[in-house]
């Protein structure tokens, strides 16, 4: 069984950090493309960040270029989300994704397994 398990999450007032960390167990981590999505209230999931299995790539979303930093353990089979100079506009719950395949995908759909959710508030 897959378990995703996000933990980090919190309330920080602006231009605080936050590091959030997803621990994944069930599945083959090193062969495992993560992301990072967001779901503010009365809105969407969007795509925040994805790492390739080595680590070596990464894509964003403008919304969080160069304020965030997405990066993997696969030793630890954990991937972390730094996330500096944070706005209001950051708040949401955010989820931890994993898909059997390489490519970065930025679409939910194409995410197999999905954590419960650590919630961000980000307070002006």
């Known amino acids: 069984q897959v378990q995703l398990v996000e933990s980090g999450g919190g309330l920080v007032q602006t231009g605080d950090s936050l590091r959030l960390s997803c621990a994944a167990s069930g599945l083959t981590f090193s062969r495992s493309t993560m992301g990072w999505f967001r779901q503010a209230p009365g809105k969407g999931r969007e795509f925040v960040v994805a790492i390739s299995t080595s680590g070596k790539i990464t894509r964003y979303a403008d919304s969080v270029k160069d304020r965030f930093t997405i990066s993997r353990d696969n030793a630890k089979n954990t991937v972390y989300l730094q996330m500096d100079s944070l706005k209001p506009e950051d708040t949401a719950v955010y989820y931890c994704?994993?898909?059997?395949?390489?490519?970065?995908?930025?679409?939910?759909?194409?995410?197999?397994?999905w954590g419960q959710g650590t919630q961000v508030t980000v307070s002006s």
């Open positions: 994704a994993a898909r059997n395949a390489l490519g970065l995908s930025a679409l939910r759909y194409e995410y197999e397994y």
